[in-house]
C-alpha cells in the first residue's frame, strides 16, 4: 500500500515513513473518484489477476465496507506477435494507431473478437489475411443487400433460419461474451444471404429481413458494420470496379475451365490465384462457377 522512497521517485511524508502510494491502491483511488464506491465492471489482463487485482479488491472493500466493490471482473488474453508475447523489448510492439496504418479498423475489430476474450490471441499475417477475407463476404453481402432491397427494408426478420441464428448468437454473448460463437453465426447468415443474393428469386422484401438481422446483430452487437453510406459506396465502387475487369476475368475463367476439363489442376490453380491478385473470388458451384469483386 506504501512503498518507501527512493531517490529521483516523488515522494511524500506519512505516518508509515517517507515515500508513495504503492501500484495497487492507485488504482483503488482512481476508481473510487472517477466511478464511485460500487461499480458494475473491471476490466484488465490476465497477467493482472495476481497480485494486483487480488490487492485492489482487499483494499477497497477493507476501505469502503463493501462486499462486493466491483460486480464482474473481465479479464482479457494478451496479444502474441507470431507466437511472441508482445513487449517493447522483443521489438515486436505495436500501437492500435500503427496497426490501423496498414489495417481496416473493422478488419482489426473482427480479428480481435474471433476469440473468446480471456484467450491469447496470436497477431499474425495469416490471421489478418483471414479475418479480412471473412469481413469482405460480410460487405459484400451487406452492401448488395441494401442495394436490392431498397424501400423493402422492412424493420423486422420472421425468417425461421433468422430467428435460430439470433437466439444463438445471443446465447453465445451470454455464455461470459463469447463473440468466437457470435461470429459464427454471423457467418452462417452472411452465407445465406449469399445464395440468396445469386438465386434467382431476389426478393427485395425478404432480402431486406437479412438486412434488418445484419444491422441488429453485426452492427449494433458486435460494431463489425459499416454505417449505410459507406457500404453503399462500397458497392457502386464494386460495381465500377466488375465493369472494367469483366472481360478480362470472362476470359481467365474460359482458359481455366479448359485447363479443369483437361484435369491441369496446377494451371487451374494458377489462374484461380492471378483472379485472387485483381480482387476477384471464384466460386465453383453445381449451376457453374460465378465470381465477385472483393
Known amino acids: 500500500m506504501w512503498k518507501s522512497a527512493k531517490e529521483g521517485e516523488p515522494s511524500w511524508d506519512s505516518p508509515w515513513g517517507h515515500g508513495r502510494p504503492g501500484w495497487h491502491i492507485e488504482c483503488s483511488a482512481m476508481s473510487l473518484k472517477h466511478l464511485g464506491e460500487r461499480f458494475d465492471i473491471h476490466g484488465g489482463g490476465t497477467d493482472l489477476l495476481f497480485p494486483h487485482h487480488e490487492a485492489e479488491i482487499f483494499q477497497s472493500e477493507c476501505c469502503l465496507g463493501h462486499d462486493p466493490v466491483v460486480q464482474y471482473w473481465l479479464h482479457n488474453g494478451m496479444i502474441n506477435v507470431d507466437g511472441e508475447k508482445m513487449s517493447k523489448s522483443e521489438g515486436n510492439f505495436w500501437t492500435v494507431s500503427e496497426a490501423l496504418q496498414n489495417v481496416d479498423p473493422l478488419v482489426l475489430r473482427y480479428a480481435l473478437i474471433n476469440a473468446p476474450y480471456r484467450q491469447p490471441v496470436d497477431f499474425n499475417t495469416v490471421m489478418i489475411e483471414d479475418s479480412s477475407s471473412?469481413?469482405?463476404?460480410?460487405?459484400?453481402?451487406?452492401?448488395?443487400?441494401?442495394?436490392?432491397?431498397?424501400?423493402?427494408?422492412?424493420?423486422?426478420?420472421?425468417?425461421?433460419?433468422?430467428?435460430?441464428?439470433?437466439?444463438?448468437?445471443?446465447?453465445?454473448?451470454n455464455d461470459d461474451f463469447n463473440t468466437r460463437k457470435a461470429l459464427v453465426e454471423i457467418q452462417v447468415v452472411?452465407?445465406?444471404?449469399?445464395?440468396?443474393?445469386?438465386?434467382?428469386?431476389?426478393?427485395?422484401?425478404?432480402?431486406?429481413?437479412?438486412?434488418?438481422?445484419?444491422?441488429?446483430?453485426?452492427?449494433?452487437?458486435?460494431?463489425?458494420?459499416?454505417?449505410?453510406?459507406?457500404?453503399?459506396?462500397?458497392?457502386?465502387?464494386?460495381?465500377?470496379?466488375?465493369?472494367?475487369?469483366?472481360?478480362?476475368?470472362?476470359?481467365?475463367?474460359?482458359?481455366?475451365?479448359?485447363?479443369?476439363?483437361?484435369?491441369?489442376?496446377?494451371?487451374?490453380?494458377?489462374?484461380?490465384?492471378e483472379l485472387h491478385e485483381m480482387g476477384v473470388v471464384v466460386e465453383d458451384g453445381p449451376e457453374g462457377t460465378r465470381w465477385h469483386v472483393l
Open 134 to 173: 471473412h469481413y469482405g463476404r460480410l460487405l459484400s453481402s451487406y452492401s448488395e443487400a441494401l442495394h436490392v432491397s431498397k424501400e423493402s427494408h422492412i424493420g423486422q426478420y420472421e425468417i425461421e433460419s433468422l430467428n435460430i441464428s439470433s437466439e444463438r448468437l445471443i446465447n453465445g454473448m
Open 190 to 273: 452472411v452465407k445465406e444471404l449469399a445464395s440468396l443474393l445469386q438465386s434467382n428469386d431476389r426478393d427485395p422484401i425478404r432480402i431486406g429481413e437479412y438486412v434488418t438481422w445484419l444491422e441488429e446483430f453485426a452492427g449494433g452487437v458486435l460494431g463489425i458494420l459499416p454505417p449505410r453510406k459507406s457500404a453503399s459506396e462500397f458497392y457502386e465502387n464494386k460495381l465500377s470496379r466488375r465493369s472494367e475487369i469483366e472481360s478480362e476475368v470472362e476470359r481467365l475463367l474460359e482458359m481455366r475451365d479448359v485447363a479443369r476439363e483437361s484435369k491441369d489442376w496446377s494451371k487451374s490453380d494458377k489462374i484461380r490465384d
